[in-house]
């Protein structure tokens, strides 16, 4: 059964659908009036960051750092250590991606006030190619002390994780997609950083059960695939988990063993992102069967979103059939 | 501008004795580190801890204060030894450099040592820091007299990101950035020129918009003047070209590139002679190269 507070029209033609980033620049701009001390720096990527919608409100705290994305990562450091809360926004290839060692040292061991925006992430990105898509920052970012990693699901979770950031006292990197994705939750829908949700649950009556985590845009896939399998009587449950770092154990832990096997879903190599987290720590307390769904050792390419999603094996069919072909222990 | 008496000159002067004295003893303390740059911004370490800097080594979060950082977090011992005297922490403490569990870190931690304005190390990304601090003043105060001081090798301007940073100084009219550069013309693997030329960094960093100096880095009269002058700078940041000779104050290191990454005694024996030359460095610096007999021998 969906939670209660998730949008009715999930799986279902009505649905909504909104780019996350738009979720962004409008929390962005709320934080902004709560918090005088908020400012904002780009990398000239102002519009389709939606870092416009503060730029446009509060000029004077805003920064045009032009194409310099390492600089933008120091200069947010130094701004922090002034007492700002800088929200530096660029494409996740190049910030963090190019810019890494300047978070990891800058950033993150000065324990700096700084909230990293990696937008344009995933396959999804489109008809831009490879060289756009960064499906390896997750991994890059959680394994920084300090960082906190998150990966709202759809504009609404992004907007609150913005807001929640803005609140939050330490490094946060908020991943984002360009693409328009259908909004799952609600303003109802609880966010709270390092807190997992359960967005479908199982019934009951079954002995073997998928227990999947999605992290990201890729939950309406996630939900849309357990719905089906449901119906043909499967018992799938669906966690949706926002916060990457740190990992809601506690509520990882009784899903891991409320289900036979757990699926993970992320638009990111598998190696080294949710998938790998989950893996790494079911590992070492309650092992169990873990399939990882997402990019396999491979780079993007141009195509149309949908369509990269599909054939890297991340969209509702694939996580039907592969969850449909696990072969459970005797 | 801040005007320096000749007793005042003296004074600093002993400072930075005192300074490069207990660089050497960290140095070999710690058995390896950076002898080069330490020892030549030492009279530069003096002028800013005792002279030019507003701040309060009892409360080092003073919110008033003036911020020092320091891009080349290499050149450390310096800026740990000009924090000591200063009474940020006791001297005794500056022997701990590079040692397991101590506050003094080969490459400077921020949150480790109250008074460090940040960590730093990896080239470039301080002076970006820099401006993030200037241009966060500046935002809450347009016309702040808070100054941001930073202090970058020459070497590092090899850094992409240094440009970066210097672009937008340029673009914000950061006027409360004042950027030294310790232009002691050696990195590991040599001379700059011979490494990649850096030259003319004056006309670099006037096509980014810097009001730019040039002083002799051991005329402390001069730096002293030349930050006078660039404080009063508005509209651009302003950059002071330090020229200093490396490892200036003991003379068997001096400009010779092979002491940039190298502590004293620990040199590669096929290069470097070793043997008392800590000894002979300090002896050299306790008796002003001989001139004076310390009180105290």
Same mark, same amino acid.
């Given at each position: =059964?969906?939670?209660?507070?998730?949008?009715?029209?999930?799986?279902?033609?009505?649905?909504?659908?909104?780019?996350?980033?738009?979720?962004?620049? *409008?929390?962005?701009?709320?934080?902004?009036?709560?918090?005088?001390?908020?400012?904002?720096?780009?990398?000239?990527?102002?519009?389709?960051?939606?870092?416009?919608?503060?730029?446009?409100?509060?000029?004077?705290?805003? @920064?045009?750092?032009?194409?310099?994305?390492?600089?933008?990562?120091?200069?947010?450091?130094? %701004?922090?250590? =002034?007492?700002?809360?800088?929200?530096?926004?660029?494409?996740?290839?190049?910030?963090?991606?190019?810019?890494? *060692?300047?978070?990891?040292?800058?950033?993150?061991?000065? !324990?700096?006030?700084?909230?990293?925006?990696?937008?344009?992430?995933?396959?999804?990105?489109?008809?831009?190619?490879?060289?756009?898509?960064?499906?390896?920052?997750?991994?890059?970012?959680?394994?920084?002390?300090? =960082?906190?990693?998150?990966?709202?699901?759809?504009? &609404?979770?992004?907007?609150?994780?913005?807001?929640?950031?803005?609140?939050?006292?330490?490094?946060?990197?908020?991943?984002?997609?360009?693409?328009?994705?259908?909004?799952?939750?609600?303003?109802?829908?609880?966010?709270?950083?390092?807190?997992?949700?359960?967005?479908?649950?199982?019934?009951?009556?079954?002995?073997?059960?998928?227990?999947?985590?999605?992290?990201?845009?890729?939950?309406?896939?996630? +939900?849309?695939?357990?719905?089906?399998?449901?119906?043909?009587?499967?018992? @799938?449950?669906?966690?949706? =988990?926002?916060?990457?770092?740190?990992?809601?154990?506690?509520?990882?832990?009784?899903?891991?063993?409320?289900?036979?096997?757990? #699926?993970? #879903?992320?638009?990111?190599?598998?190696?080294?992102?949710?998938?790998?987290?989950?893996?790494?720590?079911?590992?070492?307390?309650?092992?169990?069967?873990?399939?990882?769904? /997402?990019?396999?050792?491979?780079?993007?390419?141009?195509?149309?979103?949908?369509?990269?999603?599909?054939?890297?094996? %991340?969209?509702?069919?694939?996580?039907?059939?592969?969850?449909?072909?696990?072969?459970?222990?005797? | 501008?801040?005007?320096?008496?000749?007793?005042?000159?003296? $004074?600093?002067?002993?400072?930075? !004795?005192?300074?490069?004295?207990?660089?050497?003893?960290?140095?070999?303390?710690?058995?390896?580190?950076?002898?080069?740059?330490?020892?030549?911004?030492?009279?530069?370490?003096?002028?800013?801890?005792?002279? &030019?800097?507003?701040?309060?080594?009892?409360?080092?979060?003073?919110?008033?204060?003036?911020?020092?950082?320091?891009?080349?977090?290499?050149?450390?011992?310096?800026?740990?030894?000009? %924090?000591?005297?200063? *009474?940020?922490?006791?001297?005794?403490?500056?022997?701990?450099?590079?040692?397991?569990?101590?506050? +003094?870190?080969?490459?400077?931690?921020?949150?480790?040592?109250?008074?460090?304005?940040?960590?730093?190390?990896?080239? /470039?990304?301080?002076?970006?820091?820099? #401006?993030?601090?200037?241009?966060?003043?500046?935002?809450? $105060?347009?016309?702040?007299?808070?100054? @941001?001081?930073?202090?970058?090798?020459?070497?590092?301007?090899?850094?992409?990101?240094?440009?970066?940073?210097? %672009?937008?100084?340029?673009?914000?009219?950061?006027?409360?950035?004042?950027?030294?550069?310790?232009?002691?013309?050696?990195?590991?693997?040599?001379?700059?020129?011979?490494?990649?030329?850096? *030259?003319?960094?004056?006309?670099?960093?006037?096509?980014? $918009?810097?009001?730019?100096?040039?002083?002799? /880095?051991?005329?402390?009269?001069?730096?002293?003047?030349?930050?006078?002058?660039?404080?009063?700078?508005?509209?651009?940041?302003?950059?002071?070209?330090?020229?200093?000779?490396?490892?200036?104050?003991?003379?068997?290191?001096?400009?010779?590139?092979?002491?940039?990454?190298?502590?004293?005694?620990?040199?590669?024996?096929?290069?470097?002679?070793?043997?008392?030359?800590?000894?002979?460095?300090?002896?050299?610096?306790?008796? +002003? /190269?001989?001139?004076?007999?310390?009180?105290?021998?």
């Amino acid at each position: =059964m969906f939670a209660s507070h998730l949008d009715k029209r999930i799986c279902t033609p009505d649905v909504e659908k909104v780019p996350n980033r738009n979720g962004y620049g *409008e929390g962005l701009k709320e934080a902004g009036e709560r918090d005088k001390n908020v400012v904002a720096l780009c990398a000239d990527l102002t519009g389709s960051t939606r870092t416009n919608i503060f730029a446009d409100a509060f000029p004077d705290r805003f @920064v045009q750092c032009g194409i310099a994305e390492q600089n933008m990562a120091s200069v947010a450091s130094g %701004m922090a250590a =002034m007492g700002k809360v800088p929200f530096i926004a660029g494409y996740a290839m190049f910030s963090p991606g190019r810019s890494w *060692e300047q978070v990891r040292t800058t950033i993150a061991y000065n !324990n700096a006030n700084v909230k990293i925006i990696g937008a344009h992430a995933g396959v999804s990105v489109g008809p831009d190619g490879a060289t756009h898509q960064a499906i390896e920052d997750i991994a890059i970012m959680r394994v920084i002390p300090n =960082m906190v990693v998150i990966a709202p699901c759809d504009s &609404i979770e992004a907007k609150k994780a913005t807001l929640a950031a803005a609140k939050y006292e330490g490094p946060v990197y908020i991943r984002l997609a360009r693409d328009k994705t259908p909004v799952v939750t609600t303003e109802d829908s609880p966010f709270e950083i390092g807190k997992a949700e359960i967005f479908l649950e199982k019934d009951q009556t079954h002995e073997k059960t998928i227990g999947i985590i999605v992290t990201g845009i890729l939950a309406h896939h996630a +939900l849309s695939a357990a719905k089906t399998l449901n119906e043909e009587g499967m018992g @799938v449950s669906v966690m949706h =988990m926002a916060t990457i770092k740190p990992l809601d154990t506690k509520k990882l832990d009784s899903f891991v063993l409320e289900h036979t096997v757990i #699926v993970t #879903v992320e638009e990111h190599q598998v190696a080294g992102g949710l998938g790998s987290a989950i893996a790494e720590h079911v590992s070492a307390t309650n092992p169990k069967r873990i399939v990882r769904i /997402g990019v396999e050792d491979s780079f993007g390419q141009s195509g149309e979103p949908e369509e990269l999603i599909s054939n890297y094996g %991340m969209d509702t069919d694939s996580i039907l059939e592969k969850i449909r072909n696990i072969e459970y222990e005797k | 501008m801040n005007y320096l008496s000749d007793t005042e000159i003296k $004074n600093l002067e002993a400072k930075a !004795n005192d300074i490069r004295q207990s660089v050497i003893e960290m140095l070999v303390a710690a058995g390896s580190g950076h002898t080069a740059g330490p020892l030549d911004m030492a009279d530069i370490f003096a002028l800013l801890y005792f002279n &030019i800097l507003k701040h309060d080594p009892k409360n080092p979060a003073w919110e008033e204060r003036d911020r020092l950082v320091l891009s080349a977090g290499h050149i450390c011992p310096v800026l740990y030894a000009a %924090m000591a005297h200063a *009474e940020y922490f006791p001297v005794e403490e500056l022997v701990t450099l590079r040692k397991y569990g101590s506050r +003094l870190q080969g490459h400077p931690h921020r949150e480790t040592l109250p008074g460090l304005e940040t960590s730093s190390g990896p080239l /470039g990304s301080g002076l970006s820091q820099a #401006v993030g601090m200037a241009l966060a003043e500046r935002m809450d $105060n347009p016309y702040t007299s808070k100054f @941001v001081y930073c202090i970058t090798g020459d070497g590092e301007l090899q850094e992409g990101q240094i440009w970066e940073a210097a %672009m937008l100084a340029g673009k914000e009219q950061l006027h409360n950035l004042v950027v030294i550069v310790d232009r002691n013309a050696i990195q590991i693997d040599g001379y700059t020129k011979d490494v990649m030329p850096l *030259e003319s960094l004056r006309d670099k960093f006037e096509s980014f $918009n810097f009001d730019v100096q040039e002083v002799d /880095g051991h005329n402390i009269r001069m730096v002293n003047d030349a930050i006078g002058k660039a404080q009063s700078v508005y509209g651009q940041p302003s950059v002071i070209i330090a020229h200093t000779i490396s490892s200036k104050g003991v003379d068997v290191f001096e400009r010779d590139f092979r002491w940039h990454g190298n502590p004293p005694g620990k040199g590669p024996e096929d290069r470097i002679p070793k043997g008392e030359q800590a000894e002979v460095a300090l002896e050299k610096l306790r008796t +002003l /190269g001989g001139m004076i007999i310390p009180s105290d021998s």
